[in-house]
């Protein structure tokens, strides 16, 4: 019987082979593999089947909210009138907001957004009797495993 499970990789799967070793799972019945990691570099604007959940507009809003006001209240003394310069201003806080944003996505956070938090796991493979499975098991959820399954 093989049993599979996935461990995040920390000390947990270390003491969970060492007590699968110590209650008499032989080490070649023992199979650890790591994941691999994403290689490709994570996109910066999202299309219609992926968001990331970055908004690039947000600070764009409030700034165009801000200048727009601004605008309309000194437009009252300028040739254009608050109407114009309103929208004048919106516009340009909008594009200030949108390049303060993108600058801060492309140079700022651009190593944190290669994997934002995920990091590879590792699977375990267990060879043992039918008679051991019920042990592997408990010992594997015991050390915290993300997933176990069982195959015959």
Avoid at 96 to 124: D, P
């Amino acid at each position: 019987m093989q049993l599979f499970s996935t461990f995040e990789t920390t000390g947990y799967l270390e003491m969970a082979i060492s007590t699968l070793e110590k209650k008499g799972i032989q080490k070649e019945n023992i199979f650890a593999v790591p994941l691999d990691n994403r290689a490709e570099d994570s996109k910066l604007f999202d299309t219609l089947h992926r968001s990331d959940g970055t908004s690039l507009i947000d600070i764009g809003m409030a700034l165009a909210t801000a200048f727009s006001v601004i605008g309309a209240s000194i437009g009252f003394k300028l040739a254009w009138g608050p109407i114009y310069w309103g929208l004048i201003g919106a516009f340009a806080g909008f594009v200030l907001g949108f390049c303060i944003r993108l600058f801060v996505e492309l140079v700022v956070k651009k190593k944190k957004r290669v994997l934002k938090g995920k990091h590879a796991e590792i699977i375990l493979i267990v060879d043992c009797e039918e008679s051991q499975a019920e042990l592997v098991e408990n010992i594997l959820w015991s050390h915290f495993a993300l997933g176990v399954a069982k195959v015959k």
